[in-house]
């Protein structure tokens, strides 16, 4: 890179602006291939565009249209807070992770948790068969909500990188009454029932690497190079002659 700087500097002295931007820009080209570059890895199923925010309350016509067509367990309610807790699983598919690994983490979105009622909402939650429990229902008792709420959390899985590469992971999540429900269709004001019933929407896993690029560069690269060079030198040339 000295090299190359120092005679830029004296094609300067020839009054050759455009060759020196030229030669620079070689010479930038040359040391690009050492440079580290990130990469995000995303896949999503079901629907992370359901047409209500987190935090809102939903019907049951918004949820159901949110859910028409989706893969399972994001197609309809699963378990009821009157009959049968929710309990699922759902396995995301991607290309198989060589780079390094520098973050990542999973987002769900899930509409009637009645996390606001008392005591813990989660019977098991997983990842890759790592337990999360502890860390999600931290996130399930500050978000406090009623039934019917719309919630999406986000959970950083940088503790299990390992289970990440192989292109497969497992998320499984169980619900737990009893909760408090206020004011469903069936169910009389703020009446406690047996289970807990749920719908998920959708589910985002994202894995952030770093692609090193190594070393060779690509023959149309190298050609554009070599004329470059070649400009280069043929204007010392010429100069040469002239002087
Ligand atoms: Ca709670
Ligand atoms: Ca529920």
Wanted: glycine share 10%; proline share 4%.
């Amino acid at each position: 890179m000295k090299k190359a700087l120092t005679s830029c500097s004296r094609i300067e002295q020839s009054k050759s602006g455009k060759h020196c931007a030229l030669g620079l820009s070689l010479a930038a080209l040359l040391f690009a291939g050492n440079v580290a570059q990130a990469a995000l890895i995303e896949t999503t199923l079901g629907n992370n565009n359901p047409g209500f925010a987190a935090g809102s309350s939903t019907s049951f016509s918004q949820v159901s249209s949110a859910q028409s067509g989706q893969p399972a367990p994001f197609d309809q309610g699963y378990g009821n807070d009157l009959l049968s807790n929710f309990n699922q699983s759902w396995t995301f598919n991607f290309a198989a992770i060589n780079d390094p690994i520098q973050s990542a983490q999973i987002a769900f979105g899930i509409v009637d948790t009645d996390s606001g009622s008392p005591g813990d909402q989660i019977d098991f939650f997983s990842v890759d068969g790592v337990d999360l429990t502890a860390s999600l229902n931290s996130l399930f008792e500050a978000s406090a909500s009623a039934t019917g709420v719309y919630d999406v959390f986000t959970l950083s899985l940088n503790s299990i990188f390992s289970n990440l590469t192989d292109g497969s992971v497992t998320v499984a999540l169980g619900l737990k009454g009893p909760v408090v429900n206020r004011g469903i269709p069936g169910v009389t004001q703020d009446q406690t029932v047996n289970f807990n019933g749920a719908a998920l929407i959708y589910s985002t896993l994202s894995i952030q690497t770093q692609t090193t690029n190594n070393n060779v560069p690509e023959p149309s690269v190298l050609l554009l190079m070599m004329s470059g060079l070649l400009s280069v030198f043929g204007f010392k040339a010429r100069n040469a002659r002239f002087s």
